[in-house]
């Protein structure tokens, strides 16, 4: 047969699709995967269901002539690829004016983003065949967006070097011709922490790096920054600063162009960079005690802060050092301790940062929101693509896998329900002959999280919200009195001979996809989420608020 992707799938390749395996069993499942690895086939079905192994190096399997062999085609014409999969959703969206949502799901590293870009890229391919320039600029910003999400939103991890540190959902507009006229983002979970904190061998988000390591030197002085990373505690915690597969350097200049294309004003570019060095320098403050006073050690770094901030250092000092708290009706001024400051800084930078993160996501989609004027108007049609987090299990799991975990047992759950279960409850109403399939329904892990006034979710919220202390020990004692009789819930407390938890400070849950052992240090705080209210009043009206009125 000629052409790329249309190539003979010949019994030496294994199964195409899972569906037609003799016997389902996980070894039989892995043989087959295997043996087509191996064979390059990276892509296998199970009925519509693609099933794609990272081949970790780069495949012509993506070229023009791929293209156009999927393009058009019905899914199972050709070789399972992901080509097929994106073009099964356009040609549904085209034909049907059906709204369709690519949900990609994986642990962190299968591949994920990646596929999430082929997708897009596919769709630009066989899209405006009648060249239309509006058309090209949406799909023009779609693509180059990806660049800059990844600048400020991903990092290097232990387990992928460019690991997406948030969750995307982007839906795709097309017109009654099906070409693409717009489309939106929705951002969430940017793993915020991050931004303070990194493990051994990580790093914070690419941009920090990137503005380091690529901007010139007059740039760097007008930010006051030194071309070294490892100067700044923020980004060298994870002894990490340098990544052999990462160019910083080029990847500074092709956010720059990409910001530049889509429309960021100069000005907003220029902020975008402030705030980063502003994060940088933060966490370099220090503080120390002097007499009943909280004071900033640091003052040199104090007064870079205040000028990229446009606040007076005097505002900067007092909202860093102290807090207006309400006492019988007056406002008084409460001095922090030292840990309290330190405590502050960090929800000031996370929160700087974030909103960042926001803001950029909104540019973005004020430049490809759909233009409603004219007959395009209720006429759009969408394909949705969902890439978010992977399943995660590290050394030291915190908060941030809590959340990322239990948002995977919501996709596997809904994959239960649309896949599994429809398809099995088809066959029943349909009289089809069919050999059951035992899975494990993961509802129950899901209601362990959930559920209202019983679930982890439920109980940490309510500790949140008591007004006396809670602490971490705390939530953790009450979950172990409420869920400790639940077959997915266990803690040393509960396991007393299970010495892989930590007593005091570790839970278990037993996910669909593994055990994974929680630390509750950190959930309350990180669940709460403050931010005093005094830098939110220190910064309101800075002139960076009033540039990017991005602030809270
Ligand atoms: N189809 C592919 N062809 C070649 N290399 C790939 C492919 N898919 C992924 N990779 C490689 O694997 C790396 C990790 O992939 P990717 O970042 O898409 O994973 P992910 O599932 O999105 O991870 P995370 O959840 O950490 O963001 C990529 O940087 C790339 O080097």
Redo the contacts with the bound molecule.
Sequence with gaps: MAGAGAEYEGPEYGIGNFVLLDEVSEEGFMKNLKLRFEKGR?YTYIGEVLV?V??????E??GSEYVQNYKGREIFERPPH?FAVADAAYKSMKRRFQDTCIV?S?????????????IMRYIAAVTNVSQQQEVERVKDVLLKSNAILEAFG?AK?N???????FGKYMDINFDFKGDPVGGHINNYLLEKSRVVTQQKGERNFHSFYQLIYGAQDQKLEELYLVKDPTEYFYISQGDSTKVP?LNDRHDYKTVMAGLKSIGFAFRHAETLWKIVAAVLHLGSVEFAVEGDHTIVTTKEKLKVLASLLSVTEEDLTTSLCSRVIAARGEAISKVHTVPEALYGRDALAKAMYEKMFTWIVGRINEAIEVQTNGYQAGKNTVIGVL????F?VFDNNSFEQFCINYCNEKLQQLFIELVLKSEQEEYMREGIEWQNVEYFNNRIICDLVEQSHKGIIAILDEACLNVGKVTDQMFLEAMNQKLGKHDHYTSRQLATGDKTLQFGRDFRIRHYAGDVNYSADGFIDKNKDTLFQDFKRMLYNSLWDMETSYLP
Aim: proline fraction near 2%; charged fraction near 25%.
């Design positions: 990276i794609s990272n081949p970790y190096r780069s495949v399997l993506y992901i990609i994986g642990e962190s590293g299968s591949g994920k983003t990646e596929a999430s870009k082929i991903n991890t387990r992928n070097d460019n690991s997406s540190r597969t890439d978010i987090y992977g995660e």
